[in-house]
Nanobody, 123 residues
Framework: QVHLVESGGGSVQAGGSLRLSCAVS?????MAWFRQAPGKEREGVSA????????YYADSVKDRFTISRDNAKNTVYLQMNSLKPEDTAMYYC???????????????????WGQGTQVTVSS
C-alpha cells in the first residue's frame, strides 16, 4: 500500500511560483503529478521513474515545472515557475508500482492517489 499526502497549493499571480510536495508512505517505481481543471479531464503534468531518476513533462509545462524527489524525506516535489492562469487546477500526486514501461500520462496507470491540492493562478 502507498499513501500520498500533497501540500503546497495556493493562490498566486501570473508569473509567480509555487512548490508542491507529496509525502510518500510506502515504495513506488513511478511518481507523478496530475492536474484537473473544472470540466476537464485529468491530465498528466510530470512524472519521475524512481529507478533511474528519469523525468517526464507535458509540453505545456516543460521548462517551467520541475519534478524532483528527496529520498531521505520520502517526498516528491513539483516546482512550478512562471505560472499561468491556465495552470489553475486541482493537482494530484500519484504513484505506481509497475515497471518501466508505463504510460505516465494516463491516470489509469497509477493505483495510488493523494487527496489533491488546489492551485489558482490569477492574471
Amino acid at each position: 500500500q502507498v499513501h500520498l499526502v500533497e501540500s503546497g497549493g495556493g493562490s498566486v499571480q501570473a508569473g509567480g511560483s509555487l512548490r508542491l510536495s507529496c509525502a510518500v508512505s510506502g515504495s513506488a517505481n513511478w511518481m507523478a503529478w496530475f492536474r484537473q481543471a473544472p470540466g476537464k479531464e485529468r491530465e498528466g503534468v510530470s512524472a519521475i521513474y524512481t529507478g533511474s531518476g528519469s523525468t517526464y513533462y507535458a509540453d505545456s509545462v516543460k521548462d517551467r515545472f520541475t519534478i524532483s524527489r528527496d529520498n531521505a524525506k520520502n517526498t516528491v516535489y513539483l516546482q512550478m515557475n512562471s505560472l499561468k492562469p491556465e495552470d489553475t487546477a486541482m493537482y494530484y500526486c500519484a504513484a505506481a508500482r509497475l515497471g518501466y514501461r508505463l504510460n505516465w500520462r494516463e491516470p489509469s496507470s497509477f493505483a495510488y492517489w493523494g487527496q489533491g491540492t488546489q492551485v489558482t493562478v490569477s492574471s
